[in-house]
């Protein structure tokens, strides 16, 4: 005789209503008397509608993995096992997906179908780590899940804990114009270097990487990530005027001026008599607002490349952080180009092993050490762009003003050769 | 021997077999694009050719009959591919304008709705709650579900000044991140401490370093290792919870949610911002959660009536000002709207520019 359908008044409120209800799904598993899942998904909706009526979680943690991993699993027993036996263990198995999430509908239905036979049948598309989330799997149905996934469907776990975090990328190059470099290929070359950091965490506290492909930050890698990556440009914007007058006749000028002129953060944008776009490429800040709002007439520049931001997080423990500017301008054309990405990451993540502190994200060890102590151990100059104005405290030492003078010398005058190769000869 | 299988460490896999083949086509040589309707996206290559996007709200959680249903649909519609934003949203693409109102109508028949493009309200980026978390103080998919079906007609239409996202989060950690809105959870009293638990249960001098105010000592009670708490300087955040479980910080009637608005993660415009607090100890109410719905709706409808095109919340704040934003969704300002945290000075207004 088949187990009751749990009594779940309250959580039966959130099945009307327009929106998707996660709620029919989690019945739709429940009611499936043919499949294996529907016990555990009926003790689920049970545990579930207690939560609900007593506004207190009932899930702990523990230890479960698969033979050679030591992260990927999110361990979850409950703490009302008794009342709730089928769903006692409700772990979850983070899946790395392709970057910016595109599938072929046939690598879906067999991860359902796999899911189908080891799990709950819950899957979240997607967790705010970005991995494909399997909800709900027994502590003896984890490995030959794994496995199955892992050999039949060639994908592997993600990251948890202590160590690389599975990444976000943006849709980027794959079906949008603003994109600045090759984000899936960064995103495999960086992350995939490091799959022994996510496989077996050993770094102070956790690390993640994302990619977006141009300062709009589809990938929200500004707030969310330790090593933010975004394309950018060092060139002019690209202006087709014909295009940019098509915009005027169709907004007028009042509209232009109030929503595209005037909007410019840094004032580099100016409206001609002849209805063209005059654009102070040198002022310019690369916001996107201008060639977001004319997208037919302004394209980034086509010296393309990264900026990278590192020392995001969220609020544990010292209150939100935002990613700060590291390194402004990487090119990003060959594939030296994105292993020097990479070799960058390796350095950080180096950098990070080292002197972080226990539970220390990389942007509060950055505030307990300083910026500059940070560059230096990573062999970075300083640069204006890495603040948004200098120094107004001047309780300072600055003993070897001198050499750092002349470094700073040096450097831009390596710069100007590196520029203007042929005004040498 | 199954057991002793070693993984094969395929890491990120390769997105190439999975794009589109519109989309592998044309990668990285995109041209423009316009919104023809909301939730249309239609994107223009250098070789001419074009792409139609149709994207649609999914509620995440999603159980294998929902995935398949959406995997039916991007067979019969949209070439066998599909791709899910941040934010869950799914999305087909087509080759054609002529499969666009058909894949519509099918997606709208199925019970997803079309939308979440542009000046719409996105679905709500959000955590597992009480379903998977172990320390969450409320529900995440519930309160999703109930705030996106009173903000579904902002979702399908593309009427505010900017686009929205919204966040939520089930403890202060804040896994659901910076948002337009964030409704977040606020715990209210310090922790109340198992000290039967504590020395089974926490590596104690874990949790000390955890606290971020030093408010936690050890401590030996009824002849146990335990901890103990300075209640004075107790900051109510949560963080000794997840190390040291004893340490519980849940609470059915302590544990509030907060409104915070104006967090921004673009460089458009605006340097990206972090959201501020406007509103603190609503009731932690399932399954509808109804007094958080009222005050995010009363924020959007401020910010509709009052946002410039283009303006995110925050830059429609940034111009109205503060005392005009407690103003218009008449919400109450209180001592604790101002920050006392590392770096507040930078949020007080040193300057004689007021707003009256």
């Not at chain 1, 009042?254 to 209805?275: E, F, H, W, Y």
């Not at chain 2, 079906?149 to 089930?170: G, R, W, Y």
Request: with cysteine; net charge neutral.
């Amino acid at each position: 005789m088949s187990k009751e359908m749990p009594q779940t008044p309250l959580l039966d409120q959130l099945e009307s209503g327009p929106w998707p209800s996660f709620v029919a799904g989690l019945k739709r598993l429940a009611a499936a008397e043919d499949k294996q899942h529907a016990p555990m998904m009926k003790d689920l909706l049970g545990q579930l509608e207690r939560s609900y009526q007593t506004r207190r979680g009932y899930w702990k943690g523990g230890v479960v993995g698969v033979i050679g991993y030591g992260a990927g699993v999110i361990p979850r027993f409950s703490e009302i096992a008794e009342e709730f036996p089928a769903s006692s263990e409700f772990h979850t198995l983070r899946i790395i997906p392709p970057p910016a999430t595109h599938y072929k509908t046939d690598l879906l239905r067999r991860l359902c179908d796999i899911w189908e036979q080891y799990g709950s049948g819950l899957i979240a598309l997607h967790g705010q780590t970005g991995d494909i989330m399997l909800q709900g799997c027994s502590s003896d149905n984890v490995q030959p899940c794994f496995d199955a996934v892992n050999e039949e469907l060639g994908l592997d776990l993600g990251g948890a804990g202590a160590g690389v975090r599975t990444s976000v990328t943006c849709v980027g190059a794959a079906r949008c114009e603003h994109s600045c470099y090759d984000e899936a290929k960064a995103t495999r070359i960086v992350v995939n270097a490091f799959l022994d950091e996510v496989h077996r965490p050993s770094l102070p506290y956790k690390f993640k990487f994302k990619f977006s492909g141009c300062p709009n930050d589809c990938a929200n890698a500004v707030h969310r990530s330790d090593f933010a990556v975004f394309g950018t440009w060092r060139d002019d914007i690209q202006v087709d005027q014909d295009k940019v007058k098509d915009y005027v006749a169709e907004r007028g000028r009042k509209g232009m001026i109030d929503q595209v002129i005037s909007m410019c953060p840094t004032r580099a944008l100016s409206l001609n008599d002849d209805d063209t776009l005059e654009i102070d490429n040198k002022s310019c800040v690369r916001c996107m607002h201008c060639i977001n709002s004319m997208t037919k007439a302004l394209a980034p520049g086509r010296e393309r490349g990264v900026t990278v931001l590192v020392g995001g997080k969220r609020t544990l423990k010292i209150g939100d952080l935002m990613g700060s500017v590291v390194v402004p301008f990487m090119k990003m054309e060959t594939d030296e180009d994105y292993e020097a990405l990479k070799d960058l990451a390796a350095r950080v993540i180096d950098f990070f092993a080292e002197n972080a502190l226990e539970h220390e994200r990389i942007g509060e060890m950055i505030e307990r050490i300083g910026l500059v102590p940070f560059l230096e151990g990573l062999g970075i100059d300083p640069d204006p762009n890495m603040v948004i104005h200098p120094r107004t405290n001047s309780y300072v030492r600055t003993d070897d003003w001198d050499d750092e003078v002349a470094k700073w010398r040096a450097r831009q005058a390596a710069k100007a050769t590196a520029r203007a190769p042929q005004a040498a000869d | 021997m199954a057991q002793l299988r070693r993984p094969v460490e395929h890491g990120v896999p390769d997105p190439r077999p999975h794009l589109h083949p519109l989309l592998a086509r044309n990668y990285g040589q995109w041209k423009w694009h316009d919104r023809l309707r909301p939730g249309v996206l239609h994107h223009v290559a250098a070789s001419g050719e074009a792409v139609w996007t149709v994207r649609a709200g999914t509620q995440r959680q999603m159980d294998v009959g929902t995935i398949r249903a959406l995997c039916d649909i991007a067979d019969a519609h949209a070439d066998g591919h599909l791709r899910f934003t941040t934010r869950n949203n799914v999305e087909f693409m087509v080759d054609a304008e002529a499969k666009v109102a058909p894949l519509i109508a099918r997606l709208e028949a199925e019970g997803y709705p079309v939308g979440g493009t542009g000046n719409s309200v996105s679905m709500i980026s959000h955590t597992q709650g009480w379903l998977h978390c172990d320390i969450p103080a409320t529900d995440a998919s519930g309160v999703v579900k109930s705030l996106m079906d009173v903000l579904h007609a902002e979702f399908v239409q593309e009427e505010m000044p900017n686009k929205v996202k919204i966040t939520t989060s089930c403890c202060q950690i804040n896994c659901g991140g910076q948002g337009d809105i964030a409704i977040n959870v606020q715990h209210t009293k310090p922790p109340v401490i198992n000290h039967d638990l504590v020395a089974k249960m926490c590596e104690r001098p874990a949790v000390v370093a955890r606290c971020p105010v030093a408010a936690i000592r050890p401590a030996v009670v009824n002849g146990k290792p335990s901890l103990e708490i300075d209640e004075r300087k107790c900051v109510c955040c949560g963080g000794c919870f997840p190390p040291c479980p004893p340490m519980q910080i849940n609470d059915p009637e302590h544990s509030k949610l907060a409104i915070w608005v104006g967090g921004k993660h673009s460089s458009t415009r605006s340097r990206p911002t972090l959201h501020k607090l406007v509103a603190a100890g609503l009731p932690n109410n399932p399954p509808r959660w109804p007094e958080v719905t009222e005050i995010v709706v009363k924020v959007l409808a401020a910010y509709k009536e009052g946002g410039r095109p283009w303006e995110r919340l925050s830059e429609w704040v940034g111009r109205i000002g503060w005392p005009r934003f407690f103003e218009l969704t008449e919400m109450p300002f209180t001592k604790y709207h101002v920050d006392n945290w590392r770096g507040a000075r930078a949020s007080l207004n040193a300057s004689a520019q007021l707003y009256f």
